[in-house]
């Protein structure tokens, strides 16, 4: 089929996107599903740091590329020996694609699955087809995904059957912020009710990482950032303090509020700086649960001797700790339930003809999660 779709040629091109346009609205060619493929109407796909990063290089990818990664959708063709998912499916679309039956699989960590890993470093489905073409040749798929188009061909396992009754244009966040985010929380750092915490950095997956200690029970709460609109909002949906990253008696505030530290730091920034604001957060005992992904060439330097004597650690939590099949629906559950208010995230809903501005948006701090609606 012929369809339109955002196309990125050249990865490095400087801001404003507005002015470089970075990202060029094509009409391409996709074709069906091969076998364990399943054919996507995309209905709305979020802009995320990660493509944001991928645009300015921080990320390289082959191109030119299809680029996209959070997305919700409806099932409208499968292809041979697809079993999960029939037509007319609601799914939210996931970056990992896992294999099922891998070590990390059995024991429900699929986001460390690394089946896909080669794939999507070719620009590949996990099959090794491409199923993207633009004038002579063939185009890459963005993360197996590539849901910046009206339609995409993804591998079922990329896929997650949902609920109806939930909006897709909400849905879509719970493919990549939402996990991320509420992810940290619940399985990374298994916070239990009464425990304290701290958000650093108030974009998509930690306003989200906030919700998750919200709904945990944690308290206090505390919302960090350099952006003051950030923090108001972030009060608003339920943390109990704010404090500007930018304050030199930022960590002094923190441990006042909390009696010497908290029990847990989200970093959510992607930045060193953003660690090392999380790592003076923190009480005795207390832990930096990491889910920003900084510049691969960049490390932090910390002093070995006080994490051995006051007990403290930093960990890692790519996309959450989740298993997508899992979490996605419990989640979902709890946003209808009125737990995880994701909806009040979005920043408003964007035309094919928008997405370079809306990645200007992005850059500047000026939205939280902005969502491309292909088919307006």
Not at 331 to 357: C, H, M, W
């Amino acid at each position: 089929m012929k369809m339109k779709a955002a196309v990125l040629f050249e990865q490095g091109l400087p801001a404003p996107y507005a002015i470089s346009q970075p990202i060029q609205i094509e009409e391409v060619e996709l074709d069906g599903p091969g076998e364990g493929e399943v054919l996507i109407e995309v209905v709305a796909a979020g802009l995320c740091h990660s493509d944001l990063s991928t645009i300015e290089n921080l990320r390289p990818r082959k191109v030119p590329t299809v680029i996209g990664h959070e997305a919700a959708g409806i099932v409208r063709e499968v292809g041979a020996g697809v079993r999960r998912l029939k037509v007319g499916d609601h799914v939210v679309a996931t970056f990992v694609a896992s294999c099922g039956c891998c070590r990390y699989c059995i024991d429900h960590r699929a986001n460390l699955c690394t089946a896909s890993w080669t794939s999507r470093a070719e620009g590949t489905l996990q099959s090794g087809a491409r199923r993207l073409k633009f004038g002579k040749g063939d185009l890459h798929h963005y993360t197996g995904l590539s849901t910046f188009a009206e339609y995409a061909v993804v591998s079922e396992s990329s896929l997650v059957s949902i609920r109806k009754d939930v909006p897709l244009e909400v849905a879509a966040l719970f493919g990549c912020a939402v996990v991320t985010g509420v992810g940290a929380v619940f399985n990374t750092a298994a916070l239990r009710p009464g425990q304290s915490a701290a958000v650093v950095g108030l974009g998509g997956v930690g306003l989200n990482a906030l919700l998750g200690a919200v709904a945990a029970g944690a308290y206090p709460v505390i919302a960090i950032d350099m952006n003051p609109e950030k923090l108001e909002l972030a009060k608003s949906l339920g943390a109990s303090h704010a404090v500007l990253a930018s304050d030199p008696n930022m960590a002094e505030q923190v441990k006042d509020l909390t009696n010497g530290g908290v029990d847990f730091a989200f970093e959510a920034a992607g930045s060193i700086p953003a660690v090392h604001t999380a790592y003076q957060c923190l009480a005795r005992g207390g832990t930096v649960i990491s889910s920003g992904l900084p510049d691969p060439t960049k490390t932090y330097a910390y002093n070995h001797a006080p994490l051995v004597s006051d007990e403290k650690s930093i960990r890692g939590s790519y996309m959450g700790g989740c298993d997508p099949r899992r979490d996605v629906p419990r989640y979902l559950n709890l946003y209808l339930a009125g737990k995880l208010p994701v909806d009040r995230l979005r920043s408003g809903d964007l035309t094919f003809e928008q997405i370079n501005q809306g990645f200007d948006a992005l850059a500047l701090g000026k939205v939280v999660r902005q969502t491309l609606r292909p088919h307006q």
